[in-house]
C-alpha cells in the first residue's frame, strides 16, 4: 500500500461515491460509512456556530464556521497576492539589469532577495521543516538508545528512572534552557541556521525522544525465546544478532513508538515555536493573537483546523509506515 | 570398545528459584551411537526437554556433563541443531530465507554462492517444501512451518540432530505425514537424533531405542527399551504387528503404572493416587 493510498483510506466511500463505481450490494454500507461522519460533523458545525456566536470576546464574537472559511480564503488570496507581487519584483529586477547590462556590459549587477512577510501557507512549510528535523534527529538517537537499553537489562534499570523522569516534561520548560544554551554555543558570523530554528527544533527533539526510546527497548527486550535460542545455535555473533533477529523483530514496536513520537512533536512544536518566535504556525497564531485585530480569531481558528489536519495527515503517514514494516500481518493496527 | 558419539555421564541440573533451588534432574547416564534413533518419553514436567537443552548446551548442568565426538557440550552450537516446537521460524523471512539464514552461518567461507543455493533448495525438497520455499511463516499451515524447522536443521549438517516435541503442535493427520517424511529423511541420511515426544505410537515407530523418563523433580532414566523392527517400518503393517504391540504397552506400563502421575493441569490423566512412592510426589 503507498501512502497516498493510505491517506486516502478515510475518504474512500466518498471518493468512490463521487467516481459512481460503487457496486449496489456495497451501496447501503457505504452510505453508512459516509453517512455517519457526515452527520458527526454536521452536528459539530451546528454546535460550533451556535456555541460561537455566543461568545463575545473583545475582539468581537468568536469565530464561527462561516467566519473562519471567510478568514482561509483570505490567507489564501493573501499567499497568492504576495507571489504575484514577489513574481513582479524580480521580473522588474532583471529587466533593470538587463537593461544595465545593454549599456555597460562590465556594470556590477546586484541581486536582491524579495523581502516580503511569510504567507501562511510559508508558515505551514517552515512548520514542517522543523518538525520532521527535530523528528528525524529523535530517531536518529531514541532507536539505537532503545535497542541498547533493551538488550541490558543492568542498563534498562539503570536509565529508566531518567526516562521516566524526562519523558512528562512539557516543552515550554525546556525551552528557556534550551535557548540559553543555543546562544551560548551556537556562535557563528554567517549562521546557517536561525537560532530561532534551532531552539525549536531541539526542543521538539528533546520532547519527542521518549515513545522511541521506550517502546524501542521493550521491543528489543520482548524478542522471544524461542528466536534467542535459535541465534545461540547457530552461534550468530553480537552483531548478527541484533541485525537478524533483535531488529526485524522489534520493527513494529518501533515504528509504534515513532508513531507517537511524531504525533508529540507536531503538539510540541507549535507551542516551542510561539515562544522561539520560530516564523510557523506557532508564531503565526501568536502574531495574530497580538494583532488584535477582528480578524485575528477567525485566523487563529483556521490555524487550529490547519494543524489537527497536518497532524492527521502525519499519523496516517506514519501508520502506512507501520503497516508496512510490519511481519507480524495478523495484527490490527489502528 | 570404541567410545560413544555422544555420551551423557551423571548428568544433573538444579535451578535456583525464590523458594531455594529446584533439582530437575539427577545423574542421568546415556551412551547413543553415531546412526541412532533416541526417544525420550515420560510425563509433563519431567526433564525431558531439560535433557535435551543440556546436550543443546542451551542449559549448563550442575554436574557431570554431554559429550560428543570427543568434546565437551559447554554452549550451543550448529552441529547439535534444534528442531523446536513451535517451529522458531523467523516470521519475517521466508522458508527459503530462514534456511539461508542457518546455511549462511555455517557454511561461510566453505560453501560458493551457487552451491549454498543448491543446499538450501536440496534441504527444502527433502522436506516436501519446494512447492512454497518462497511463503512466510503466517502464509503456511503449522505442519508445513515444522517441515521447514526440519530442514533448517539439516541444513546445519549436525552431527546430532535434537528434537523437542518437533510434532507435539499438529493435528494427528498431519503428524503422521511428517513422521513419514522424517522416516524416509533417515533412511537417506542416517541421522543422530535425539527426539522428545508425549505420543507412545511415535516413538515406537520411530525410533531405534526409547528413553523413559521417571517423574520429576529430580527425574533420571527410569528404562530403556530397545526397539527391534525392520526398517523400513509402515505404520499399517505394523498395525497388527505382535512385537510393535509389544513395545507399545511396555512404554504404556512404565508411563501408567510404574510412572503415575497426579496432574493437576490435566484432568483426563488425573489418577487417583494410592501407594504413594517417593518419586511420584508433585512439586509443592
Known amino acids: 500500500m503507498n501512502i497516498a493510498a493510505t491517506i486516502q483510506k478515510p475518504f474512500e466511500p466518498w471518493i468512490k461515491l463521487f467516481k459512481g463505481e460503487l457496486p449496489k450490494q456495497t451501496i447501503a454500507s457505504t452510505i453508512k460509512a459516509i453517512v455517519t461522519p457526515m452527520i458527526g460533523i454536521l452536528v459539530f458545525l451546528m454546535l460550533w456556530e451556535v456555541g460561537a456566536s455566543r461568545v463575545e470576546t473583545s475582539l468581537g464574537t468568536f469565530p464561527g464556521p462561516k467566519e473562519v472559511y471567510v478568514q482561509a480564503g483570505n490567507l489564501v488570496a493573501d499567499h497568492n497576492r504576495l507571489r504575484e507581487k514577489e ?192 516564523p510557523g504556525l506557532g508564531k503565526f497564531v501568536w502574531d495574530e493573537f497580538q494583532n488584535g485585530s477582528s480578524d485575528s480569531l477567525g485566523r487563529i481558528m483556521t490555524a487550529v483546523l490547519v494543524i489537527g489536519f497536518i497532524g492527521f495527515l502525519l499519523d496516517r503517514i506514519m501508520l502506512t509506515m507501520q503497516k508496512a514494516v510490519s511481519w507480524d500481518k495478523n495484527a490490527e493496527i489502528r | 570398545m570404541s567410545k560413544p558419539h555422544l555420551e551423557l555421564t551423571g548428568v544433573g541440573i538444579e535451578f535456583p528459584t525464590p523458594t531455594g533451588p529446584f533439582r530437575a534432574l539427577t545423574d542421568v547416564n546415556l551412551k547413543i551411537e553415531k546412526g541412532e534413533f533416541i526417544s525420550l518419553i515420560g510425563h509433563s514436567g519431567c526433564g525431558k526437554s531439560t535433557v535435551l537443552n543440556i546436550v543443546a548446551g542451551l542449559y549448563q548442568a550442575t554436574e557431570g556433563g554431554a559429550i560428543l565426538d570427543g568434546k565437551e557440550v559447554n554452549e550451543p552450537g550448529p552441529e547439535r541443531a534444534v528442531v523446536f516446537q513451535n517451529h522458531s521460524l523467523l516470521p519475517w523471512l521466508t522458508a527459503y530465507e ?49 517441515r521447514v524447522g526440519i530442514a533448517r536443521a539439516l541444513a546445519m549438517q549436525p552431527s546430532v540432530l535434537l528434537m523437542d516435541e518437533p510434532f507435539g503442535a499438529l493435528d494427528a493427520l498431519t503428524r503422521a505425514h511428517l513422521q513419514d517424511s522424517l522416516m524416509e529423511i533417515q533412511s537417506v541420511l542416517n541421522n543422530t537424533v535425539i527426539m522428545i515426544t508425549h505420543d507412545v505410537d511415535e516413538a515406537v515407530l520411530l525410533s531405534d531405542r526409547i528413553v523413559m523418563m521417571t517423574n520429576g523433580p529430580a527425574a533420571t532414566i527410569g528404562e530403556v527399551l530397545t526397539v527391534d523392527l525392520e526398517r523400513p517400518r509402515s505404520r499399517l503393517e505394523l498395525a497388527d504387528d505382535a512385537k510393535y504391540n509389544h513395545y507399545r504397552s511396555e512404554v504404556l506400563k512404565f508411563l501408567y503404572e510404574k510412572q503415575k502421575k497426579v496432574d493437576t493441569s490435566q484432568p483426563k490423566l488425573k489418577v487417583v493416587e494410592e501407594d504413594d512412592s517417593s518419586d511420584e510426589k508433585e512439586v509443592a
Open chain 2, 98 to 146: 530462514n534456511v539461508e539464514l542457518a546455511v549462511k552461518q555455517v557454511f561461510r567461507g566453505k560453501k560458493s554462492r551457487v552451491e549454498m543455493k543448491e543446499w538450501i533448495e536440496h534441504n527444502l525438497h527433502l522436506v516436501h517444501m519446494d512447492h512454497a520455499m518462497h511463503k512466510r511463516p503466517d502464509e503456511i499451515s503449522g505442519g508445513m512451518k515444522q
Open chain 1, 87 to 278: 513574481a513582479a519584483f524580480y521580473q522588474r529586477q532583471e529587466e533593470r539589469n538587463a537593461k544595465k547590462l545593454e549599456k555597460n556590459p562590465d556594470a556590477e549587477i546586484k541581486i536582491r532577495k524579495f523581502n516580503g512577510k511569510a504567507t501562511f501557507f510559508d508558515q505551514i512549510g517552515t512548520s514542517l521543516i522543523t518538525v520532521m528535523s527535530g523528528f528525524i534527529i529523535a530517531t536518529i538517537i531514541a532507536v539505537p538508545l532503545g535497542i541498547v537499553i533493551g538488550l541490558s537489562r543492568t542498563l534498562n534499570s539503570a536509565l529508566n528512572p531518567v526516562i521516566q523522569t524526562f519523558k512528562p516534561v512539557s516543552p515550554l520548560a525546556w525551552l528557556p534552557l534550551v535557548t540559553m544554551v543555543v546562544s551560548a554555543v551556537y556562535v557563528s558570523d554567517d549562521p546557517m541556521f536561525d537560532k530561532a530554528f534551532l531552539n525549536s527544533m531541539i526542543t521538539v527533539t528533546l520532547c519527542c525522544l521518549w515513545p522511541t526510546v521506550l517502546n524501542t527497548s521493550v521491543g528489543v527486550a520482548s524478542v522471544s525465546q524461542d528466536l534467542q535460542n535459535v541465534s545461540k545455535v547457530l552461534r550468530l555473533s553480537w552483531f548478527t544478532h541484533v541485525l537478524k533477529i533483535v531488529l526485524p523483530s522489534s520493527v513494529p514496536m518501533i515504528f509504534t513508538g515513532l508513531r507517537l513520537s511524531l504525533g508529540i512533536a507536531w503538539m510540541v512544536l507549535i507551542a516551542a515555536e510561539m515562544l522561539a518566535q520560530n
